[in-house]
């Protein structure tokens, strides 16, 4: 029986994270047309979306190669490949053996390097444009990220995300100004990687301030609904790796059918409150324009720096 629910839900975890995406998406513009004293539309509303594009022919363009027609799939499988690694509601699941945080940055960055050339390879102008804002933003993420996850590794001693919230479970590590230091850049960079505000505005199509959009304007139907799909997956992948490194509390460190409900209601809220920060963010703040960019991302790479200082000088104090 205990195997049957490991194998259970091991295989949900991911599944559930892929159900659950576009409600977050949905609940963030809930909360934003909230402060704005507008009604907002319905939480399925992203569902209805996605349910109308997948009922709908791909159009591609004649001069497009297969690789814009891969594009939406490889994008898609690597984004979920990137969230089953996460280990959503325990610690103790098989998955959770091979949930490397170095894995899970490089399937991310090959689903953006597949989005970046469907944005080259349709030949106009709007996508080669977002693709090359993209590599833009990817140049100053990519080395933060990475900064976060080594000062992480060096307060647990691993790479494992598993153990990584193990860690923090079992002790006051999240206490820790390095942790603090980290918990910030973290935050900054998953702003900029799923294209927010003040980074980039999902809601817009202007040609002046798009990243993302610019590479989606060519592609319809299920090709663009696996793309959108995928966006609003890896904005719950980055809110679900957040709350996992530094609030983990919640995660069920027994897999019993009520911890694993207990860890999904805590797993329910913290996303909430964590949409809710980001409506807010959004609301209070204006988009950038493009050339500030590097200095928000040079902002996080600062302080994800900081935090491996700051780890280091409290190992040889102690």
Same mark, same amino acid.
């Given at each position: 029986? *205990?195997?049957?629910? @490991? $194998? @259970?839900?091991?295989?949900?975890?991911?599944?559930?994270?892929?159900?659950?995406?576009?409600?977050?998406?949905?609940?963030?513009?809930?909360?934003?047309?909230?402060?704005?004293?507008?009604?907002?539309?319905?939480?399925? @509303?992203?569902?209805?979306?996605?349910?109308?594009?997948? !009922?709908?022919?791909?159009?591609?363009?004649?001069?497009?190669?297969?690789?814009?027609?891969?594009?939406?799939?490889?994008?898609?499988?690597?984004?979920?490949? #990137?969230?089953?690694?996460?280990?959503?509601?325990?610690?103790?699941?098989?998955?959770?053996?091979?949930?490397?945080?170095? #894995?899970?940055?490089?399937?991310?960055?090959?689903?953006?390097?597949?989005?970046?050339?469907? !944005?080259? *390879?349709?030949?106009?102008?709007?996508?080669?444009?977002?693709?090359?804002?993209?590599?833009?933003?990817?140049?100053?993420?990519?080395?933060?990220?990475?900064?976060?996850?080594?000062?992480?590794?060096?307060?647990?001693?691993?790479?494992?995300?598993?153990?990584?919230?193990?860690?923090?479970?079992?002790? *006051?590590?999240?206490?820790?100004?390095?942790?603090?230091?980290?918990?910030?850049?973290?935050?900054?960079?998953?702003?900029?990687?799923?294209?927010?505000?003040?980074?980039?505005?999902?809601?817009?199509?202007?040609?002046?301030?798009?990243? /993302?959009? !610019?590479?989606?304007?060519?592609?319809?139907?299920? /090709?663009?609904?696996?793309?959108?799909?995928?966006?609003?997956?890896?904005?719950?992948?980055?809110?679900?790796?957040?709350? *996992?490194?530094? $609030?983990?509390?919640?995660?069920?460190?027994?897999?019993?059918? $009520?911890?694993? $409900?207990?860890?999904?209601?805590?797993?329910?809220?913290?996303?909430?409150?964590?949409?809710?920060?980001?409506?807010?963010?959004?609301?209070?703040?204006?988009?950038?324009?493009?050339?500030?960019?590097?200095?928000?991302?040079?902002?996080?790479?600062?302080?994800?720096?900081?935090?491996?200082?700051?780890?280091?000088?409290?190992?040889?104090?102690?």
């Amino acid at each position: 029986m *205990d195997r049957v629910l @490991t $194998l @259970t839900a091991a295989l949900l975890q991911p599944l559930l994270l892929l159900a659950a995406a576009p409600l977050l998406v949905a609940w963030v513009r809930r909360v934003k047309a909230r402060l704005q004293n507008r009604r907002g539309a319905p939480l399925l @509303t992203p569902y209805r979306e996605l349910r109308k594009l997948l !009922g709908k022919e791909a159009v591609v363009a004649r001069t497009a190669s297969p690789l814009f027609r891969i594009a939406p799939y490889v994008v898609f499988a690597a984004t979920l490949l #990137a969230a089953a690694a996460l280990p959503v509601l325990s610690t103790l699941l098989p998955g959770a053996r091979v949930a490397d945080a170095i #894995a899970l940055i490089g399937l991310l960055g090959l689903a953006r390097i597949m989005l970046t050339l469907a !944005g080259l *390879d349709a030949g106009t102008p709007f996508g080669g444009m977002g693709a090359s804002r993209e590599m833009l933003v990817t140049t100053f993420a990519e080395p933060a990220l990475l900064l976060v996850v080594f000062t992480l590794a060096m307060t647990t001693h691993t790479t494992n995300l598993a153990s990584m919230a193990a860690s923090t479970l079992a002790g *006051d590590s999240v206490l820790r100004p390095s942790y603090m230091f980290a918990l910030a850049a973290l935050l900054l960079v998953g702003v900029a990687e799923c294209g927010r505000i003040p980074v980039d505005n999902p809601s817009t199509h202007l040609e002046l301030t798009m990243i /993302h959009e !610019g590479m989606l304007l060519e592609y319809s139907g299920r /090709h663009l609904a696996l793309m959108e799909w995928a966006a609003q997956l890896k904005l719950a992948l980055f809110a679900v790796l957040t709350v *996992d490194l530094f $609030l983990p509390w919640g995660l069920a460190t027994r897999l019993t059918p $009520l911890t694993l $409900l207990g860890a999904l209601a805590a797993l329910a809220l913290k996303l909430a409150a964590l949409g809710a920060l980001l409506a807010v963010s959004e609301t209070v703040l204006a988009k950038m324009r493009l050339f500030r960019v590097p200095g928000f991302l040079a902002m996080a790479f600062l302080l994800a720096l900081l935090g491996l200082f700051a780890h280091v000088i409290l190992e040889s104090a102690l």
